[in-house]
């Protein structure tokens, strides 16, 4: 509890739709007090409103939701006399739509970087992403096809046959299988042809766990030229 144990100051996760984790926003004051209870100090209330992940208006509902979970646990620790000094709202995808006065922070982690799930979701474009995966091609032997050096252990594997699994920058490609090691591009007709030895940028479906992958980034300017290496500290930190 560090040489302050009577300052150690907690905030009350509430559920405001995703239904993953978090407590009722009703049950906030509850919670206040019996934290009070054990010598902690509430000092405000957070939510995630995970649910806002299929199209625009599911982001614009769940910032709602969020936004009415929110007020309604503030209400709730002011009712036993706790001030809200912390009042946290997550995510990218409803970034766009967090605009409530309640709110003093919010967390959307994706936002850094940006992926092509979010810029399907409208909460960033295709020319706002900022992080790529460098994938080599490695083979060109079938017709209409490259393998490219990155798989699932580099992009993890979300995505779908649909949708693909990762895109090519600047272009329409998009993975349509991944193994471990190896990404399976299909080359549209008029598209760009790289030949074996080709490094090209493929842009992550979903980029924390891309990020997690490496243990450094490589920050380059607009050709490409390397100026500096951020190490990933939480790398190997949260198996």
């Not at 919670?31 to 992940?53: D, E, I, N």
């Not at 001030?83 to 994706?110: C, H, K, M, W």
Request: aromatic residues 6%; charged residues 20%.
């Amino acid at each position: 509890m560090g040489d302050e144990p009577d300052r150690l100051e907690v905030v009350i996760e509430v559920d405001c739709g995703a239904r993953r984790s978090g407590a009722p926003p009703e049950a906030a004051g509850d919670l206040a007090l019996a934290a009070r209870k054990r010598g902690l100090v509430p000092v405000g209330v957070f939510t995630y409103p995970g649910h806002g992940g299929a199209d625009q208006d599911a982001r614009r509902r769940a910032a709602q939701d969020q936004e009415a979970t929110l007020t309604a646990a503030v209400r709730g620790l002011e009712a036993v006399g706790v001030t809200a000094e912390v009042v946290s709202a997550g995510s990218t995808p409803t970034l766009e739509f967090s605009t409530s006065g309640v709110i003093t922070e919010i967390r959307p982690g994706e936002y850094v970087f940006g992926d092509l799930n979010n810029a399907r979701l409208g909460s960033c474009t295709e020319d706002q992403i900022a992080l790529f995966v460098a994938g080599t091609v490695v083979s060109d032997w079938v017709p209409g096809q490259v393998i490219l050096d990155v798989g699932n252990k580099a992009l993890s594997k979300e995505g779908s046959p649909e949708i693909g699994y990762g895109g090519i920058a600047g272009t329409t490609a998009v993975l349509s299988k991944v193994n471990e090691y190896h990404g399976f591009l299909p080359l549209p007709d008029g598209e760009f042809r790289p030949g074996v030895g080709s490094v090209v940028p493929v842009v992550p479906n979903h980029v924390c766990p891309v990020v997690l992958g490496f243990e450094e980034l490589i920050v380059t300017d607009s050709t490409g030229t390397s100026l500096e290496r951020w190490p990933v500290d939480a790398r190997g930190f949260l198996n």
